[in-house]
């Protein structure tokens, strides 16, 4: 035996990517036909469910044009309720997705090849979900294209210098990008259900949107070209758009809202509460569809490593906020995080700084991280933190610099309907998504496969 061949059985070897034996037969067939099978009672009942839910959305929106912001909790201080929080809350859900897809496919890590389908697929719909909230927050909805840079009836032209353009700006080129990049990528998959279609109607539809892929060299070189591009595209506004988001607030002089730091703290405050949504769906479809193969245990391993940093830088934007506030002198910001602590929301924010700063600890362990019950019930209670987070930063709001103004906000009934609703479209869309199309990128998890190395081989000699 040579030194090289010591050297290499010394080094430790990861488990692989995908397990079970699989070869490109067996992952077109398994994926394939999750797409191609009829319709279950299952997904019929969730479907019902979540269009319910939904349909709780569309009648609260119906009955806040009907009669107008009041039905809401809003008052004096706090003219910035839920609506913003949960605006913020879904652009945050919306991140992992494309962090997943490009950032990571930039850096060649193998492992996102599993989860970032549906991880792009939820990225569409939190953004959708998300853009709900804008328009229906400004009150007069019939105007609502004034946002957009049209002339109005008066002749006059949106202020530019309004943070609701910058975001109808930002959140639309993201979900653009988005969609662009999520389609490129079925293509190729859409013409392997093309090509497997028994129905004449089935491979029209198919035949259409698979744009006459055949799978020729010239075609993949024009592929991955073009994805690389997107990718490039895509990797600055997962950086840009939640920190266009950020000046919402950083752009004001509202005690606690006006600093430099909410950038980088909110875009990592997505990414970690992104990461969060993708383990509690991926957890959930990877039971569901029987994906233990595809979607390992080392996939989620390395999901959790991401959300232990992220909670920890998010835990560091915390503390830097204190910090600011007391060596900054400024009596106002100093009220501003004592209150938050301890004043009437102190509540809100222990929870925020339990789930956000506390929970994720347990990920340094290695038998926690892996454990399926432990990081399934983490990432939802990360995502109730990051929900609060937002929920926290809006009210301070209700004590800003004159006490004679400062009131109590409390959410209406209609607040929490819509914020339920918003998660009725979200699964809705989610449920016709895991229905209709491939839930993993075949042909990527392909490239991952041992068969795929030109150098690969099949058995002894």
Not at 90 to 100: E, F, R, S
Not at 194 to 208: E, M, P
Not at 369 to 380: C, G, H, K, L, Q
Not at 425 to 447: D, H, W, Y
Request: hydrophobic share 50%; glycine share 8%.
């Amino acid at each position: 035996m040579s030194v090289v061949d010591k050297t290499e059985q010394l080094q430790p070897t990861e488990p692989p990517l995908i397990t079970g034996n699989q070869t490109f037969g067996t992952v077109t067939e398994h994926i394939s036909k999750l797409a191609e099978r009829k319709t279950t009672l299952t997904w019929l009942a969730a479907f019902s469910l979540a269009g319910s839910v939904a349909l709780v959305l569309l009648g609260s929106i119906g009955y806040l044009v009907y009669e107008g912001v009041g039905i809401w909790g809003l008052n004096v201080p706090v003219a910035w309720g839920w609506a913003i929080v949960n605006f913020v809350f879904w652009v945050g859900i919306g991140h992992a997705g494309t962090l997943i897809s490009a950032i990571l496919f930039l850096f060649r890590q193998k492992w996102r090849t599993s989860i970032n389908r549906f991880a792009e697929a939820m990225t569409l719909f939190a953004v959708i979900c998300a853009l709900v909230f804008p328009g229906i927050h400004v009150g007069r909805i019939w105007v609502v294209y004034w946002i957009f840079p049209l002339p109005n009836q008066m002749d006059m032209w949106p202020n530019f210098r309004s943070p609701l353009l910058w975001d109808v700006f930002a959140v639309s080129i993201y979900f653009t990008c988005s969609l662009v990049f999520w389609y490129t990528g079925l293509i190729p998959d859409l013409a392997t259900l093309r090509d497997r279609a028994k129905t004449k109607i089935r491979k029209f539809v198919l035949g259409i949107f698979s744009l006459g892929w055949r799978g020729g060299n010239r075609q993949w070189k024009h592929y991955e070209l073009a994805y690389l591009i997107l990718a490039g595209v895509s990797t600055p506004l997962v950086l840009s758009v939640h920190s266009v988001v950020s000046t919402d607030f950083a752009v004001s002089i509202v005690p606690g809202w006006h600093t430099t730091i909410f950038p980088p703290y909110f875009v990592a405050g997505a990414i970690f509460s992104g990461f969060a949504m993708v383990m509690t769906l991926g957890i959930i479809t990877r039971k569901i569809f029987h994906l233990e193969h595809f979607i390992t245990n080392q996939h989620l391993e390395k999901m959790n490593k991401i959300m232990l940093l992220t909670g920890m830088m998010v835990g560091y934007s915390y503390g830097c906020e204190f910090f600011i506030a007391w060596y900054s002198g400024n009596a106002y910001e100093q009220f501003t995080f004592i209150n938050r602590a301890f004043g009437p929301y102190a509540w809100a924010y222990w929870i925020m700084i339990s789930c956000n700063v506390l929970i994720p600890q347990m990920f340094w362990f290695k038998r926690l991280r892996t454990s399926i019950p432990v990081m399934f019930v983490a990432s939802i209670f990360i995502n109730v933190g990051m929900w609060f987070e937002r929920f926290v930063i809006v009210m301070s709001l209700a004590r800003d610099y004159l006490p004679s103004s400062w009131d109590y906000y409390s959410p209406s009934l209609w607040d929490i309907l819509t914020f339920v609703g918003s998660f009725g479209l979200f699964f809705t869309l989610f449920l016709l998504f895991l229905r209709f199309l491939p839930v993993v990128a075949m042909f990527e998890v392909k490239g991952v496969l041992p068969q795929a190395d030109p150098h690969h081989e099949e058995g002894p000699h």
